[in-house]
Every structure is written in C-alpha cells, then in structure tokens.
C-alpha cells in the first residue's frame, strides 16, 4: 500500500488540504496521487480551458531548506529546453506548500520493470532498457556539460538524484525529473551535502563532493538495477554511521553477461575520472556489448534496435558536443 512519509504532508496550520477534487488554483482541480516522496507529493490533476491533465508536485513549506534548494532548481531548469527532460509550465503557492506544474508522464521506469517482473514474469529487455537510458544518458550530458548561465558564470548541473523512479515514460521517450538535488558545477570537483538515494550515490558523494562523472556512476547502478531487479553492492550503512571514510565493496556484476561487464565496471570505477568521458560514451559501450545500435525515427527520437548487420554502430540522434574532461 503506498503511504506518505511524515514529512510530505505540511505541517503548517491551515494548510491546503490534498484531496481529489481540490482546486489548488482556478481551473486546476486534483484526481489522483501519482507519487510520493521525502519531500513531495506529486498529483493527477485537470488543467484549465481543455487542456491536457498535468502533474502537480506539492512541496511542503514547513521544511524550508529543502524548499529554497527546490525552488532554485527550479527556477535554474525552467529555462532548460531539451527533449529528454520534464518540462515545467511554471509555480505558485497555496498555504503550506510550494506547487510546481510539470508534464503528466504515464509511467516512471521502475514501474514498467514491476510490470515486466510481476506481470509478464521477464526482466526488462535490453533493447528498451537501452532505448530509455540512452535518451537519459543525453539529458545527463547536456546539463552536466558547462554550458548554462547561472549568476552570469557559465555552469554545469549534476543532477544528483539519477534513479529509475526520477525517469518518466512518455510512450517510447524517457524524460528525466526531480531537480530538487542539481548541483551547479564550476569545475571538476564541487563540494556537496552528503545527500541524494545511498543505493545509487557515487562514493565521493559519502565523501561529500560531487564530480563531473558522479551522475554516470548513478546511470551506472540503475542500469544494473532495472536489468537485475537488484543492487550491485549491499545497502551503504545510515547516514549516521557512515563516516567519511566509508568504502563501498567491489561490485557484484553477476546478474548480467559478461559481455555487459567492462563497460559496467568502468562506469563504477571508484576513481571517478577513471570512468567514461561522458554518460552517453557509457551508454554506447553497454549496448555494443549486447549487439545494439541507435536509431532514430520520423520525429527525430532516439530508439534502440538490434544490429542485424553484423556491424555494430553507436551512432547518436544528437551527440553530445563535449565531455566532462573537456569542459570549459
């Protein structure tokens, strides 16, 4: 049963009161709970004059630190266009909480893996696996590359967050959400918050910083997630028995082939420079690995297919125009 954490509902006295059928705003009324998190609660709800439903993600205002980072994010992303991350149409607040109107998705990919484990009784697919994280392996590309404006300086963003319930479906697109943890980045290294999900955080982020390679190191881990229905370490310890010294063990990579392996362990390479140039370089390792190649159709969309040429090409619908190691 899907239950809200404590501090998702404001705490405020008076605050909205999230049911179906409330109107956080003229024209807006709410249907259903979509998803729930540590800091928000994310809404189905109808728009004004017609238009198609959107999501409704409702930030209590109670936790004031977590807000002020949201609505930064926010304001920093609102002006990002690409074709592989969540649009937001915008903001306001109602007592209580800060409301961020986005893009409906039908689904994140965690659940089409429960719906490939549960229901057909498979895992995912390599060639949609793929399909999915090579379009997030570009969206990662272009915000960490050093290539946004922020306070007049030219800055990259990690995303700090990358997991498969932070990836939505739209049909055969992925679109990559929740910005609430970027991070701007100045130059290779930036200190950090030891934050984002343990399961899927770099190990420098234990050590408090972030580099330009630690949103591959999370892409990494939830590849090998959503292929295996597992993690490939054991759970890192809580937080507060973690120490600044904690190292994580060698990777367990046997759920897949060994083919897969390499382009995986370089990826979770505890150095983080010692990882691959950029997301999609990573991406396009794993599936010459598995005998895949890029494509794109009549809309310009990227999509994965089977090699059956015998040759195997990585070719990229967009590629990134630089890497990590080579950002100005």
Known sequence: MLSAPPNVRSTTPGAF?????????????????????????????????????VALKFMPTSNTSSTARELRSVQSFQALEHPYIVKTYGLWSVPG?????????????????????????????????CTYLAQVAEALDFLNGRRHVRDGRRVGFQHGDVKPNNILLFGDVAKLTDHGLATPTYGPTTPCPRQGTREYSAPEVFLGTLT?????????????????????FPPPPPPKETSRSYLRPAADLSGVTEAERPALLRALAPVPQNRFSSCYEFMAALMKALGLRTDSDSDGRLRVVKDKSGVISTRSVAPPPSSPGSRS
């Not at 709970?33 to 189905?44: D, I, K, T, Y």
């Open 17 to 53: 009161a999230l049911n179906a059928g409330a109107e956080p705003s003229p024209g807006y009324r709410l249907r259903c709970v979509r998803g729930r998190g540590g800091f928000a609660e994310v809404w189905e709800a109808e728009a004004p004059n017609g238009a198609p439903p």
């Open 212 to 232: 330009d390679w630690s949103d591959q190191y999370s892409l990494a881990v939830t590849y090998y997630a959503l292929r295996t229905s597992r993690f490939p």
């Open 97 to 129: 909480y800060i409301v961020i109107n986005m893009e409906l998705a039908e689904a994140t990919l965690l659940d089409l893996m429960q719906l490939y484990h549960n229901d057909l009784g498979q895992p995912l697919e390599p060639a949609v696996l």
